[in-house]
């Protein structure tokens, strides 16, 4: 009988220790079960709002709104492809810019084709600096454009120490990276001001090197 009595006050003193590691856990999965749920919702709330919302309201009429004309740079590929398509998607009539004729023909002709858009192409390589702005201005001169994305950018192919990097790369980079959206800002905003309609100018920022 007393063996039984010992187990059983044992029994209880190692529950009695280990009630206190059950709570914490019970805790812990209350903690990461709330958190889980939080994070549900907000993705449920950011997929309604993104695809489902935009579809009960009126349609923003990006013409209206800013102009006829979009202006992609670096845009034969990548995100200034997708900024092309889904202005064009929206109605916009596009011209992109790029230094490879083929390539932008192409492009161009399939978004036209895609969308029922017109579409302009400028050839144009952003790393010779200020000589190229000339007839990139003389191509936009009669366009009513509404929406600039700089999105032309070079970086180093693989990563160097700056002492490392030639001035000629240099001089690539910042007349790529930096003075292409600058130039290109100041070439259409004038327009976007004397029609003082919205305006939408988008600079996507690359690594300098």
């Not at 309604?48 to 740079?73: C, E, M, N, Q």
């Not at 690539?172 to 004038?190: C, F, K, Q, R």
């Amino acid at each position: 009988m007393a063996a039984v009595d010992s187990f059983y006050l044992l029994y209880r003193e190692i529950v009695r220790s280990c009630n206190c590691y059950v709570e914490t856990l019970a805790l812990v999965g209350a903690v990461y079960t709330v958190s889980k749920s939080i994070a549900v919702v907000r993705d449920c709330y950011i997929l309604a709002r993104l695809h489902f919302i935009p579809r009960l309201i009126s349609r923003t009429d990006f013409v209206t709104l800013y102009g006829k004309w979009a202006v992609i740079s670096g845009s034969i590929d990548g995100i200034g492809q997708a900024y092309a398509e889904e202005l064009a998607r929206q109605g916009v009539n596009i011209i992109i810019i790029s230094q490879n004729r083929f390539e932008l023909e192409s492009a161009a002709k399939a978004i036209a084709e895609a969308y029922r858009v017109e579409t302009d192409v400028i050839e144009a390589d952003f790393s010779k600096g200020q000589e190229i702005y000339k007839s990139i201005k003389e191509s936009l001169k009669d366009k009513e454009i509404g929406i600039l994305v700089n999105n032309v950018g070079v970086s180093c192919e693989s990563p160097q120490y700056f002492t490392e990097v030639s001035e000629d790369k240099l001089w690539d980079i910042i007349n790529t990276n930096i003075a292409a959206a600058s130039i290109m800002a100041h070439i259409v905003l004038p327009g976007m001001v004397e029609r003082k309609k919205r305006c939408c100018c988008k600079h996507l920022f690359r690594d300098l090197l």
